[in-house]
């Protein structure tokens, strides 16, 4: 009875209900997110909403922004990126409406009002009751409870700079969250025009507000995962905003476009894969019989790398001895001489007839080839150690990070989700890596022929990112690991039985050591 009139009793129960999760209810983070989506373009997120025509009935109340059209609905445009309005970002230029803010409202609103606010309790021409369902509505008003910042605390207006942010750190998280669609130099997508071009680097310059909350809550109508989800701190956010200014705001001019290039990459591994119309040819090729060390037939003797390495120096790489050794010259030294015109002629056999692709496969596959050789090839030894095997000077932690970004959703986290070799004599990520270093650098940096992995020059990579990659690589098993026995409940709810029950038998303990009374 003394053990409930002191309410200890309760102590156990709140730690155990505690450890299997039960807590105070929050707002769902998905939802909040949802809510910035819709916040930023709600017709993007909404369910079965349309895109609004005309302006919005309130738009008519300012002057000084002159957009027209869709552009009035989007709330951002009246509140501002930084929830500020008149007395944020948006209090001067082009986009000033004098409108209010909404973060002091939402900060003295429960969720209740500011769902009745947005189905217009407060003004009738800001009912959106009759644009997006009650769902959407919950969620922005989420959004406006719950995922609103003080972005002055976070950025100095002046400046556009974040007050506190790593670079450094962010590098580490743009690497593995956002580089497999922006590209490592975040150029890979642009968001202006061909003659307006606006990239990562460009937004997080100009305009750090839109930048932050688009980080935080995705991208409406796509796939850009949201910090808020991914339970990333505003210190993160800023980290990302450091990194990201320090990224190029245009594109730096190349010779040939980076796609050509990877494709080039893929047709020197199995051009039959890669070129469109094209079949994997039959017997040897016709050179294959001025060499007699390597006794490999068929399609694989039609191989560029087969010939010349996957290191690209041939009889001087590391194809000089061993099983594939043929005696044939590598391209690294034509590549760098020859230019693009004459790569193209060599390839359609103007120096030996037998060398002529041009009745196998297309032009533009025998122009993205020419390519690669003269802008895609790096000289391996400088990466890699031909004697150990190791990468030179690598950062497997690096690596790690994008490796799991861009990697392991195919290949899995240990690299054995698919098996390259047979059952009999599998063939994983580690394998690979360790067997033939120069083949993996090869594959990371150009992909798979006739596969839809993603290669480090499409990704905007540079040659390092992907010696990190296979550094990190190397460390990943060789074999499958044994599968471990399960019985009974789940390991996880049997650990959390065992805490309950630890911290049952301390209270009691606890309980004995308090004087009776």
Sequence with gaps: MRLFRTGLWMVPLLLALALVGVAVAQADPSSVAKGGRLYDAWWKEAPGASAPTGD????????????????????????????GGKDGAYGSGSHKTGFVGVSVAAGKKSQAELVAILKGSSNPNHDFSKLIDDTSIN???????EGLVDMSQYIDQSTKKPKRGDAAR???LYDGSCASCHGADGTAMNF??????????TLAKDNPWEFTHKIRAGQPGTAMPSALVSGWSMENVMDVLAHSQTLPAAKASVVAQAGDVAKGGRLYDAWWKEAPGASAPTGDHPLWAT???NTRKGTDTWRCKECHGWDYKGKDGAYGSGSHKTGFVGVSDAAGKKSQAE??????GSSNPSHDFSKLIDDTSINNLASFLKEGLVDDSQFIDYASKKPRNADAAHGKVLYDGNCSSCHGAGGTALNFGSEAAPEFVGTLALDNPQEVLHKIRTGQPGTAMPSGIGLS??????????????SLPRELPKA??????????????????????????LVRAFPRR
């Design 56 to 83: 919005h009935p309130l738009w008519a109340t300012q002057t000084t922004n002159t957009r027209k059209g869709t552009d009035t609905w989007r709330c951002k445009e009246c509140h501002g990126w930084d929830y």
């Design 139 to 145: 969620n922005l008003a989420s959004f406006l409870k």
């Design 170 to 172: 962010g590098r580490v």
């Design 192 to 201: 202006g025009s061909e003659a307006a071009p606006e990239y990562v680097g």
């Design 291 to 293: 060499q007699t060390t």
């Design 343 to 348: 790569l193209v002629a060599i390839l359609k």
């Design 461 to 474: 990579w540079q040659t390092q990112d992907a010696v990190d990659v296979l550094a990190y690589a190397q």
């Design 484 to 509: 471990l026995p399960r019985t009974g409940a789940p390991l996880d709810f049997m650990v959390l039985l065992a805490l309950a029950g630890m911290i049952l038998a301390g209270t009691g303990a």
